[in-house]
Structure formats: structure tokens, C-alpha cells
């Protein structure tokens, strides 16, 4: 079964920077070749941040476009989500999958909080 381990969140100043990474149990990169990120804040939906549709095709919401990248490392099975400029509404737990989503790979998440 395969598991997608996201890290890299934390407590940051608006205005400040993270870098996500999600580590999959076993390189699912040469099978599912669209990945994700995804948020959930407290009571809303989770929804789509970032899509990495092929090696150069990306997709992003526009609440993050221009601030946030997402990219991978196939030779070390990663996937990554760069955010600048966070806002305190980017606050929620983000999570890593295939896009389209599948419901047996979501993982625990990694929680950011944007705050001063």
C-alpha cells in the first residue's frame, strides 16, 4: 500500500516562506505522472492548491498563483511545494496526491499556520 508522507510545515510570519515535501512509500512518479498539493482549512472544503500536470505543465488556484510552486524530484521520489509570501488565509493542514485525487492515498497532512 502506498503512503504519502508530507512534511515541512510549521509557524511562519506572514510574509514568510515554507517548503513542503511529500515522500511517497514507493516511486508512484513513473505511474501516476499528474501530482498534487491540497488544503484543508478548519470548516472548508479541501481543495486543489497546486497540480503538477506533466514535466512542464503546471496549474495553479488563483488565491496562491504567483506565490506558490510546486515541482519534484523524480530521482528522489519527492514531490515539493515552495510558498512565499504567505497570508494568514493560506492557514490549513496541506496534503500531497495523485490528481486526480485518490481516496486510499491521503496522508496525515502537514500543518501551516500563518500567523504573527
Known amino acids: 500500500q502506498v503512503q504519502l508522507v508530507e512534511s515541512g510545515g510549521g509557524l511562519v510570519q506572514p510574509g514568510g516562506s515554507l517548503r513542503l515535501s511529500c515522500a511517497p512509500s514507493?516511486?508512484?512518479?513513473?505511474?501516476?505522472?499528474?501530482m498534487a498539493w491540497f488544503r484543508q482549512a478548519p470548516g472548508k472544503q479541501r481543495e486543489l492548491v497546486a497540480a503538477?500536470?506533466?514535466?512542464?505543465?503546471?496549474d495553479y488556484a488563483d488565491s496562491v498563483k504567483g506565490r506558490f510552486t510546486i515541482s519534484r524530484d523524480g530521482a528522489k521520489n519527492t514531490l515539493f511545494l515552495q510558498m512565499n509570501s504567505l497570508k494568514p488565509e493560506d492557514t490549513a493542514v496541506y496534503y500531497c496526491?495523485?490528481?486526480?485525487?485518490?481516496?486510499?492515498?491521503w496522508g496525515q497532512g502537514t500543518q501551516v499556520t500563518v500567523s504573527s
Open positions: 496526491n495523485t490528481q486526480p485525487p485518490l481516496r486510499d492515498y
Open positions: 514507493t516511486n508512484i512518479f513513473s505511474i501516476y505522472h499528474s
Open positions: 503538477l500536470i506533466s514535466d512542464d505543465r503546471t
